[in-house]
T-cell receptor, first 109, second 112 residues
Framework: QQPVQSPQAVILREGEDAVINCSSS?????VHWYRQKHGEAPVFLMI?????EQKGHEKISASFNEKKQQSSLYLTASQLSYSGTYFCGTETNDYKLSFGAGTTVTVRA | DVKVTQSSRYLVKRTGEKVFLECVQD?????MFWYRQDPGLGLRLIYFSYDVKMKEKGDIPEGYSVSREKKERFSLILESASTNQTSMYLC???????????FGSGTRLTVV
């Protein structure tokens, strides 16, 4: 079953912050985050393992709440290069990675 | 860096044709995957493979099959193409040790 992502879309000005949420009804082993720019393949950003960790990648960080089966991606001080569609992928113990429908982020100057 | 290569960027096929989509990775990864991507639906898992000659159904396997005769190559087969299989198809391989997925650039398949 696919995880649920919210919001579907967000528009930011450079320097603003945003949060993208991802939730699953299943017990999760890990959560992945990817970014896809128009016409390109999705690119891996980070993976979070169960245990409730938090990770960072430049000014993009994420958290994983294992008890709630939820993850959040934080875009801090957004840059034009952050524009794209962000997907969370949730992995259960059968090693299947299911993706959400995506969140389209538009950063404007 | 891992490179995942999909043989065709665009394909147009007729209804009822047998279609082969090829994917090759260059890092000896064991785990490989086929997804289809449709607007508003994200990426949906069709099939995946843990190793040569091993395959597992994903969430939407109906109408598809796969072949993995060599570790580096994972093929998706549409036995009898239908118009509802018009989509972007993405292949991926996984870095061992709980690593991320590396995707190919995709094949946009149109079935007419």
């Amino acid at each position: 079953q696919q995880p649920v992502q919210s919001p579907q879309a967000v528009i930011l000005r450079e320097g603003e912050d945003a949060v993208i949420n991802c939730s699953s009804s299943k017990a999760l082993y890990s959560v992945h985050w990817y970014r896809q720019k128009h016409g390109e393949a999705p690119v891996f950003l980070m993976i979070l393992l169960k245990g409730g960790e938090q990770k960072g990648h430049e000014k993009i960080s994420a958290s994983f709440n294992e008890k709630k089966q939820q993850s959040s991606l934080y875009l801090t001080a957004s840059q034009l290069s952050y524009s794209g569609t962000y997907f969370c992928g949730t992995e259960t113990n059968d090693y299947k990675l299911s993706f959400g429908a995506g969140t389209t982020v538009t950063v404007r100057a | 860096d891992v490179k995942v290569t999909q043989s065709s960027r665009y394909l147009v096929k007729r209804t009822g044709e047998k279609v082969f989509l090829e994917c090759v990775q260059d890092m000896d990864h064991e785990n490989m995957f086929w997804y289809r991507q449709d607007p508003g639906l994200g990426l949906r898992l069709i099939y995946f493979s843990y190793d040569v000659k091993m395959k597992e159904k994903g969430d939407i396997p109906e109408g598809y099959s796969v072949s993995r005769e060599k570790k580096e190559r994972f093929s998706l087969i549409l036995e009898s193409a239908s118009t509802n299989q018009t989509s972007m198809y993405l292949c991926a391989s996984r870095t061992p040790g709980l690593g991320g997925y590396t995707f190919g650039s995709g094949t946009r398949l149109t079935v007419v």
